[in-house]
């Protein structure tokens, strides 16, 4: 949405008045393509680099609007979140240094973003999803307070009701529910814009399309959200979820995503892609701003278009087409929306030079890639990458089979390489960044394998918080080295120098892999449960998933020697009732607090009547173990 002044569509007269300004737009950008009077004979590239704030225990930091008055740099704009912002880069001419200047451009740009931040006690990090994240800081207290977010929000939650459910599952598996939008500001990427000329625009569209899934394979940095390890890239599907304006429904119709790849290859122009997301999506947003776009092309001037850029900015298409101005002459860009921010600059430059590459090179070899490739094998092929990264298996030209990694090696790098030096990029430019794709590639490290393998293990000596924390330290202290993923040694506890878990909450600490028995099971089934997992408590939950008790072995025990012999016992005839509970957000020294006083060993851990985790004793010898251990060391 950038900048444009918008607004909530908020009566029958306005969105009108909004709708007529969306079809004249479209009108005239017909007429402008029609009569050629677009830029020619140039192109250009260009990104937007989207960071976090974080504090100095790598946990978001909602200070943007400061950071940004402080910064006072006009190249900075906010995001949806207090702790995101973007900064966006100049455009420059495809050719020679491009990528290294702007590889240069980022780095000076973070550098003085980082300066500011360092006076609010923050600094910045890139990072597809932030690993330390957490579920109250994507509420709606940390929405950007500006109109266009709010309205934003308030059009989303119109369209889709008060409730977003989010399911995911990869190694892990995560499922909850929310009332708010803002899980999107959980996101962070690196966006690459291609200029190209509208006689060409559904070429490169397609191309743009058919190449995504590799670059996005090798390039996944986005693994875990909340502590869940779920799709390689997570930012895929964590998007579309979280502003999806549909609803469930129980009969068969297809309903498209506001965040899509896309259903069909493009065949005629530019223009079907608009009047596609005007037919299929309903305007969320309006705009003060009046523009007669007919008067101004009588007089020779340019159209911002505003209306068709607003509503495109509520379209999230993985590959998006996007109109623009300079110096009065239009100009039509592809945006490549799948990167996610980060590991490091260098990686972004090097995703962002192989995305072009390829392009560029397929372009010199494929007038219509729609000939020699199934839409859906692009398709699935991306969604199979956001999933699996380099484990992908491709089908590819001609229906062609390949892993992701053989794809890259053996046909796209040396495309890559063509393609940029169609343009004349540097050799030595060519050498660096398609270097990092091939180091990467043969080394299968990318961002996402990274934090995994860290992740495995570290979670084995210390506890969940401990090892994001970790996660994030490592990704912070290498993006400050610039450093290529693929050189990157597993982080280390030892890379956080003094970590203070949150407020020491209770959801920080307790056990959320639970073992659970229902009111009729039998003791006996207990007891063997109880031997079997090495537990000495478990909750009691009927069919709606409800806490209603707690079996502790020291009842099986006492049990089962007075009764011996007496016919089987359920767990509903012995188990206390109505135990002691402990919400999520209490902390560690309120539950020590009552364990104490209550002369117990456990805390059901319980949020509207349902369980969702436990903390005992062990959790607690856990905790004290680790800071004896860092008190040790100190």
Aim: glycine share 4%.
């Amino acid at each position: 949405m950038g900048d444009l002044n918008v607004t909530l569509a908020s009566s029958d007269e306005q969105l009108k008045t909004f709708m007529r300004n969306l079809l004249d737009d479209i009108e005239a950008l017909d007429y402008m393509i029609s009569h050629d009077l677009f830029e020619e004979d140039i192109t250009r590239i260009g990104a937007e680099q989207e960071l976090c704030l974080i504090d100095r225990q790598y946990r978001p930091a909602p200070y943007n609007l400061e950071v940004l008055e402080r910064s006072d740099a006009g190249y900075c704009t906010t995001e949806l979140a207090k702790f995101n912002f973007e900064i966006n880069l100049d455009p420059m001419v495809f050719k020679g240094s491009a990528l290294s200047d702007m590889e240069q451009q980022i780095l000076n740009r973070l550098a003085d973003v980082e300066k500011a931040a360092a006076t609010f006690d923050s600094d910045i990090i890139l990072a597809g999803i932030l690993p330390t994240i957490r579920k109250f800081d994507v509420e709606l207290d940390n929405l950007t307070p500006l109109e266009r977010y709010k309205a934003l929000v308030s059009a989303i939650q119109r369209l889709r009701g008060g409730v977003f459910e989010l399911r995911l599952s990869g190694i892990d598996e995560l499922s909850f529910k929310t009332d708010s939008p803002l899980l999107e500001a959980a996101n962070t990427g690196f966006q690459v814009h291609l200029q190209v000329h509208p006689s060409e625009f559904v070429k490169y569209y397609n191309i743009a399309q058919a190449v995504t899934a590799p670059v996005l394979a090798v390039s996944t940095n986005s693994p875990m959200l909340f502590g869940k390890r779920l799709w390689k890239e997570t930012r895929i599907a964590l998007f579309q979820q979280s502003v999806d304006t549909r609803k469930t429904s129980e009969h068969l119709r297809e309903r498209s995503p506001r965040v899509t790849f896309g259903n069909d290859w493009l065949h005629d122009s530019i223009l079907e892609i608009y009047k596609e997301d005007v037919s299929r999506f309903r305007v969320l947003l309006s705009s003060k701003e009046r523009e007669d776009v007919f008067a101004k092309l009588e007089r020779g001037e340019t159209p911002k278009l505003s209306a068709l850029q607003i509503h495109n900015g509520t379209v999230y298409r993985w590959n998006r087409a996007c109109y623009g101005v300079s110096k009065n002459v239009p100009h039509l860009r592809i945006e490549n929306r799948v990167l996610g921010s980060g590991p490091t600059v260098a990686d972004e430059m090097a995703s962002a030079a192989f995305w072009l590459g390829m392009i560029k090179g397929m372009a010199n070899h494929y007038d219509d890639i729609a000939r020699v490739m199934d839409f859906d094998h692009a398709k699935n092929n991306f969604f199979a990458a956001a999933r699996h990264g380099l484990d992908t298996h491709f089908r590819w030209i001609n229906g062609e089979r390949y892993s992701a990694s053989e794809l890259i090696r053996e046909e796209l790098l040396p495309l890559a390489r063509a393609g940029l030096r169609s343009m004349e990029i540097d050799e030595k430019d060519i050498d660096r960044y398609l270097g990092i794709i091939e180091a990467r590639n043969s080394s299968r490290q990318t961002g996402a394998d990274w934090q995994l393998d860290s992740y495995s293990e570290l979670i084995r000596i210390g506890t969940r918080d401990e090892v994001i924390t970790a996660i994030s330290a490592s990704m912070l202290k290498n993006q400050k080295k610039n450093i290529p993923v693929h050189l990157w040694e597993p982080a280390s506890l030892s890379d956080v120098e003094d970590w203070k878990p949150y407020a020491l909450l209770v959801e920080e600490f307790m056990s959320t892999d639970l073992y659970t028995v229902q009111p009729s099971d039998i003791l006996e089934f207990v007891a063997e449960m109880m031997d079997w997992r090495k537990i000495r408590y478990m909750p009691v939950e009927d069919d709606d998933n409800n806490l209603i008790g707690l079996i502790t072995s020291r009842i099986v025990l006492r049990q089962m020697i007075k009764r011996k012999g007496e016919s089987l016992i359920s767990v509903g005839e012995v188990m206390i009732d109505e135990p002691i509970t402990i919400s999520p957000e209490a902390t560690i020294v309120d539950a020590m607090n009552i364990m104490e006083k209550e002369n117990i060993g456990c805390l059901p851990v319980v949020k509207n009547h349902k369980l969702i985790g436990i903390i005992t004793e062990q959790n607690f010898l856990h905790i004290t173990r680790r800071l004896i251990t860092r008190l040790s060391k100190g």
